[in-house]
């Protein structure tokens, strides 16, 4: 079993920067992949970012430039710094897990991000 908490969403003006962290704890393998998702209000979820063990990443348009995803293997960690933000990145932000073979996903509770002035 996989279990993920995430943390560091809260309340930040347009053009102010947050940074979540996920933490993974239980049966976690390096070559796992990792990524954030977030879900707004009466929106599907949607990917913002991915991460490979290797640290080869994959963003959502929307994100490039304003979005960094960055992972820890040795601490099993992984992090999204959030620069830049706009009202529309307002969203519940989830940490995602999603074993290399079996394709079996994880998800934290998810983090509340509001963007507003």
């Known amino acids: 079993q996989v279990q993920l908490v995430e943390s560091g969403g809260g309340l930040v003006q347009p053009g102010g920067s947050l940074r979540l962290d996920c933490a993974a704890s239980?049966?976690?393998?390096?070559?796992?992949?990792m990524g954030w998702y977030r879900q707004a209000p009466g929106k599907q979820r949607e990917l913002v970012a991915t991460i490979t063990c290797g640290g080869n990443t994959n963003c959502a348009d929307s994100v490039k430039g304003r979005f960094t995803i960055s992972r820890d293997n040795t601490k099993n960690t992984m992090s999204l710094q959030m620069d830049s933000l706009k009202l529309e990145h307002t969203a519940v932000y989830y940490c995602n897990l999603e074993r290399r073979y079996s394709k079996q996903n994880y998800w934290g509770q998810g983090t509340q991000v509001t963007v507003s002035s």
């Open positions: 239980g049966t976690i393998f390096s070559i796992d992949a």
